[in-house]
């Protein structure tokens, strides 16, 4: 059993950072790997990026590529996304999700067992 926290969401103007933080309590095994998706209103929930606990591979979302990072922090159990040069499009609720058993695409959102309660993340023009 995983459960994920997110927080760290807010209001940003277009150009802005923020970082978004995924506490994950319960064990977290090497083959985990943990992602965070987005959700924008009247649309589906995407894939934004993953990394995997055991050999830190990152994985992004075309639209993000090179203003998102994701980077995760073994000791205290945390997967955290920094948002730079943030744009109107990139406003959504955010979620962490945790996929236990990976044997497929880390942007499947069906591979995902466990999942939080999102953050907001809106970003003003």
């Known amino acids: 059993q995983v459960q994920l926290e997110e927080s760290g969401g807010g209001l940003v103007q277009s150009g802005g950072s923020l970082t978004l933080s995924c506490a994950a309590s319960g064990v977290i095994y090497s083959s985990y790997v943990i992602a965070w998706f987005r959700q924008a209103p009247g649309k589906e929930r995407e894939f934004v990026a993953s990394?995997?606990?055991?050999?830190?591979?990152?994985t992004y979302t075309d639209s993000v590529k090179g203003r998102f990072t994701i980077f995760r922090d073994a000791a205290e159990n945390t997967v955290s996304l920094q948002m730079n040069n943030l744009k109107p499009e990139d406003t959504a609720v955010y979620y962490c999700?945790?996929?236990?058993?990976?044997?497929?695409?880390?942007?499947?959102?069906?591979?995902?067992?466990?999942w939080g309660q999102g953050t907001q993340v809106t970003v003003s023009s």
């Open positions: 990394v995997s606990w055991r050999n830190y591979k990152r």
């Open positions: 999700a945790a996929d236990v058993s990976p044997d497929s695409s880390p942007a499947a959102i069906s591979a995902y067992e466990y």
